[in-house]
């Protein structure tokens, strides 16, 4: 229902701040009528219905889910505002989001990004929720009825705001899926159809007429004061499903022919510039040659060779076919140019009018102005009321005047854009079979690269197109609408830049590292070197924490969960062949909480460890370390975390506090880990290296969870087993106080399950996993596997 968003009478940077117009009263009874309706209606008593600036415009907040009424509005159109108030509430209260019906995000933008599939659920929808406020409400029916006898009161157009009619009128067509969504808005209101029809839309029409009948009668009980969330999902579903299933296919067939035609004025435009462009060059080379300028002369012989080149294959087409275009497409420039002068002249016309009434008004205040000085009592007070109402009306018409001087420079402007040739309607249906087909051949014969320059065009006009009739009939009051094709475009932009730019500074650092790579070999430090090698994988592990932590900068909701609200489709098709896929059926609607983690990793430096082991181990413990510091970065009062490391053999190894952060002293300290394991004393005394860590970890524990994680591939020392027993089993109610886990990641092989088990349930540690450190030939290395393994933890806490 775009006719109340849009009607902003003020552009956006003229809007008027509160005190710069006059007070507008809207009558008690009047207001408190509009406020009952979008409540009622809608259900949400919560609701809040305000009233805004006068000229401010009227609009709905997706934010918080208020209705905001401007007062001129309300004045000039109150039966109106009734409408509209009480068919926003209605969607309010049987329309569900997308996500409601079970669609996952993946499905909702594969679906929505075809053009013509949001208009069709809009138009449908739109009757539906009418139909339900008029038999639960019937006071509202006649508010509704009017409002559609005049959007219907011309036949055989597309319906929408004077906006839509200028990019209809610059078409020179209009498009058959919107001509479709029109007609069937008429046949719900009036029972028929326009009485001249396009006859592929009259085809489409009489094939799904009664599927449309049947999805727009799929309401909930009416009778029903309160109608129950199931019933409201169900009738949404079925709706949708017939609207997807048996009208969408026929109405797709009509988008496809609207892009061919789109396609061909697109050509021909692009071939009509390029026309108007070599007469200009070549009026350029009679200049130059009249001057003498041979450099010139030769810039523009090149200019003029390349698009005799680019027009040859519409040179080619029969003379005939040229003079039959050539004056269609004039005729249809003419057209065009004198329907959007009539409505300059129109617009041009209201706008003096206002002024008009502007001045009237303004010498009757000042009348009143002087007779209000010298009245007294009731008089005075009778013309200081007269004054503010005739405040009020010069108000309205200054408003009026400023929208249609909007309105006229938007039509102006499509007027330059014909008359220049920027834009060319194109008359299709004025043109001969032959002709037609002549433009067919001549697409097919243009360069591949070319075409699909043209289909983009063409697909990028269409998009542009729906995008403004759907502002008019979607629901404002769902802040879970699709992604416009322009917001797709934009974001997919951002997207490939993005990507442009990780792959220039991947070149780029490839090409550094080669010609330094020498250098590098001689001056990094173990840890850089090693760092080097893993540099993907921290940034990788970084943003997957990250988008689990601050899961709002990825639009709130994140899937992979072993419950939650919403079942992901796609995961529970995939489980029967992988059964990893059960565990992450789920989508968490992750609204912003607090989240407090802690990590204490233990490193075994014993001398088991040396070689291939512990060069992995150290790989991994970069990747962890690094990514996690950088998610430090994010510590906020809603998101806390802070990691410990310690390496241990018969000693221990404090290489980083908990609150510590990567210094290069840390780094230094980490650089260490490979030559512990040489040491003389290489033992294993986990015992030592567990109370450490466990004591410090209880000075800065977490609210969420906190882990302490052994990395070890052996058992401990003999002589130390009793007392480590003894330390988790004495500890163990203190840690579920505290929500602290000690976990035994066992560096060995796959089939060492069993013996790791043993020794979970031997020494009475919280979990254990088998994760190994030498990368097997298929499945993940040491480093992946720890990175799945700080994302699962942070991810499901509770598992563990």
């Not at 790989?619 to 241990?648: C, M, P, W, Y």
Request: no cysteine; charged share 40%.
């Amino acid at each position: 229902m775009g006719i109340f968003e849009a009607r902003q009478y003020f552009p956006e940077e003229e809007k008027p701040t509160r005190g710069e117009t006059e007070k507008i009263e809207i009558p008690e009874e009047e207001w408190r009528l509009l406020e009952i309706i979008a409540k009622r209606v809608g259900g949400d008593f919560g609701m809040e219905v305000k009233l805004g600036d006068p000229g401010g415009g009227s609009f709905f907040d997706t934010e918080d889910g208020s209705i905001t009424f401007d007062p001129l509005y309300i004045k000039e159109n109150l039966e109106q505002a009734k409408f509209i108030a009480g068919h926003e509430g209605s969607h309010r209260a049987i329309t569900p989001h997308l996500k409601e019906l079970g669609l996952s995000q993946e499905k909702i933008g594969e679906l929505y990004s075809q053009i013509g599939f949001d208009y069709l659920q809009n138009v449908i929808e739109d009757p539906a929720v009418n139909d339900w406020m008029g038999k639960r409400f019937p006071g509202l029916k006649r508010y509704t009825e009017k409002f559609y006898n005049e959007q219907l009161k011309e036949e055989g157009v597309v319906l929408g705001t004077p906006e839509v009619q200028i990019i209809a009128t610059q078409l020179g067509y209009q498009p058959k899926f919107a001509y479709y969504g029109s007609e069937i808005i008429r046949d719900w209101h009036q029972g028929r159809f326009s009485q001249k029809l396009d006859p592929a839309v009259e085809k489409a029409l009489q094939r799904t007429i009664d599927d449309a009948r049947r999805s727009r009668s799929t309401i909930p009980n009416p009778d029903s004061e309160n109608p129950e969330k199931k019933e409201i999902i169900q009738t949404a579903q079925e709706r949708f499903r017939i609207n997807t299933e048996y009208i969408w296919p026929e109405v797709k067939k009509l988008v496809e022919m609207d892009l061919h035609t789109e396609e061909q004025r697109q050509m021909l435009k692009d071939f009509r510039q390029k026309q108007k462009k070599l007469k200009q060059k070549r009026n350029e080379m009679k200049q130059a040659q009249k001057e003498g300028n041979k450099e010139r002369q030769e810039e523009l012989q090149r200019e003029i060779e390349e698009l005799e080149k680019e027009l040859s294959p519409f040179n080619g087409l029969p003379e005939d076919v040229k003079k039959e275009l050539q004056e269609q497409i004039d005729r249809a420039v003419r057209e065009a140019a004198e329907k959007l002068n009539q409505e300059i002249e129109e617009d041009q016309r209201q706008i003096e009018e206002a002024k008009r009434k502007q001045e009237e008004l303004e010498r009757e205040i000042q009348e009143l102005e002087e007779k209000a000085k010298s009245a007294q009592g009731k008089e005075k007070e009778e013309s200081e009321k007269q004054i503010e109402k005739k405040k009020v009306e010069k108000l309205e018409q200054e408003m009026k005047q400023k929208q249609a001087e909007k309105e006229l420079k938007d039509i102006q402007d499509a007027l330059e854009d014909t008359q220049s040739g920027e834009e060319m309607p194109y008359p299709e249906d004025k043109l001969s079979e032959g002709t037609k087909q002549e433009l067919e051949k001549l697409f097919n014969k243009l360069p591949r690269q070319k075409r699909e320059e043209l289909k983009d065009k063409a697909r990028e006009q269409l998009e542009d197109f729906e995008d403004k009739i759907n502002e008019e009939s979607e629901g404002k009051l769902n802040p879970d609408k699709p992604e416009s094709h322009r917001e797709r475009r934009e974001r997919e932009a951002i997207e490939r830049e993005a990507a442009q730019r990780s792959r220039k500074t991947e070149i780029e650092k490839q090409r550094i590292e080669e010609e330094l790579e020498q250098m590098r070999k001689e001056k990094m430090t173990p840890y850089e070197r090693t760092r080097a090698k893993v540099i993907g994988l921290i940034d990788d592990l970084y943003y997957r924490l990250r988008r689990i932590l601050k899961p709002e900068e990825y639009g709130g909701e994140e899937a992979g969960y072993p419950a939650g609200q919403r079942l992901d489709i796609s995961r529970a098709m995939q489980a029967k062949a992988d059964v990893e896929q059960k565990y992450k059926l789920w989508i968490r609607e992750t609204a912003p909480e607090r989240k407090d983690y802690r990590f204490w990793h233990l490193v075994d430096l014993s001398g088991s460890m040396a070689g291939g082991k512990i060069e992995e181990t150290f790989k991994g413990f970069i990747v962890a370390g690094e990514a996690i510091d950088r998610i430090e970065d994010l510590n906020s009062d809603t998101l806390t975390i802070h990691q410990g490391i310690t390496g241990f053999h018969n000693r221990i190894f404090p290489f980083k506090e908990i609150q510590e952060r990567f210094t290069k002293e840390v780094e230094d300290k980490l650089s260490t880990i490979p030559e512990r394991t040489q040491d003389d004393d290489a033992g294993t005394n986990t015992y030592s290296a567990t109370l450490f860590a466990l004591e410090a970890l209880k000075q800065n524990l977490g609210e969420t969870a906190n882990f302490l994680l052994t990395f070890s591939d052996g058992g401990p020392n003999y002589d130390i087993r009793d007392n480590l027993k003894e330390l988790l089993k004495e500890t163990k109610a203190e840690r579920e106080r505290l929500k602290i886990k000690i976990g035994l990641i066992w560096l060995g092989e796959e089939e060492n399950g069993q013996t790791l088990q043993e020794l979970v349930r031997e020494y009475g540690y919280d979990f254990g996993l088998v994760m190994q450190t030498v990368k097997p030939e298929k499945g993940k290395g040491f480093s992946e596997a720890l990175a799945d393994l700080l994302e699962d933890i942070i991810r499901n806490p509770e598992k563990y």
